[in-house]
């Protein structure tokens, strides 16, 4: 079956470091790979997305590769600001028949100190 | 700009009372969605709609119903809420196949 595994938070980090956030999924067809970003009280908003592999989705500083040869989906970013605290959740989806079904991991709530 | 509206953002009800959380679309997609989340249990799918008057169950679908009856609006019902369906209610909505999801503000539900 579908599933998504992300790594556990929190990640905690000084503002300007480098953010790295792991991504694995397991699907049985060829599905489109997301990540949204979930903001405290607030739904989840899409930061980025790749609907198929080698593709590189990016937005505000923040991009992840569709590697299908490791199942991956990184979410990487240069230099994190203290806005940027939040949990992120990594997606996929895959359709069947008349609809989409979605997968998401559990989230990474991830601090950014000043 | 897409829009996905959910009526309330915080809702109080007493054990036993039936509620109804309401969700609208803007974009006309077909297929909408009801997810209840948890700390740890992260996003847990209750029902989904692929067209009007459509409904499947997901994961976690006792105790709740479900409304389609026009495309843009896709109804949450508690038939007698419980304290465990204390949670926060997200509703999404996408096209068919492979797009993402457009997700409300959520509801924050406390049932006393």
């Known amino acids: 079956g579908n599933s998504v595994t992300q790594m556990e938070g929190p990640v905690t980090l000084s503002e300007e470091a480098f953010l790295t956030i792991n991504c694995t999924y397991t699907a049985t067809g060829y599905p489109s790979l997301f990540w949204y970003v979930q903001y405290p009280g607030e739904g989840l908003q899409l930061l980025l997305k790749?609907?198929?592999?080698?593709d590189k989705g990016s937005n505000k500083g923040f991009e992840a590769t569709y590697r299908k040869e490791t199942t991956s989906f990184h979410l990487e970013k240069g230099s994190v600001q203290v806005s940027d605290s939040a949990v992120y959740f990594c997606?996929?989806?895959?359709?069947?028949?008349?609809?989409?079904?979605?997968?998401f991991g559990s989230g990474t709530k991830l601090n950014v100190k000043p | 700009d897409v829009k996905v509206t959910q009526s309330s953002r915080y809702l109080v009800k007493r054990t036993g009372e039936k509620v109804f959380l309401e969700c609208v679309q803007d974009m006309d997609h077909e297929n909408m969605f009801w997810y209840r989340q948890d700390p740890g249990l992260g996003l847990r799918l209750i029902y989904f709609s692929y067209d009007v008057k459509m409904k499947e169950k997901g994961d976690i679908p006792e105790g709740y119903s479900v409304s389609r009856e026009k495309k843009e609006r896709f109804s949450l019902i508690l038939e007698s809420a419980s304290t465990n369906q204390t949670s926060m209610y997200l509703c999404?909505?996408?096209?068919?196949?492979?797009?993402?999801?457009?997700f409300g503000q959520g509801t924050r539900l406390t049932v006393v």
């Open positions: 999404a909505s996408s096209l068919p196949r492979y797009t993402e999801a457009f």
């Open positions: 997606a996929l989806s895959e359709g069947a028949g008349n609809f989409n079904k979605f997968y």
């Open positions: 790749a609907t198929k592999a080698d």
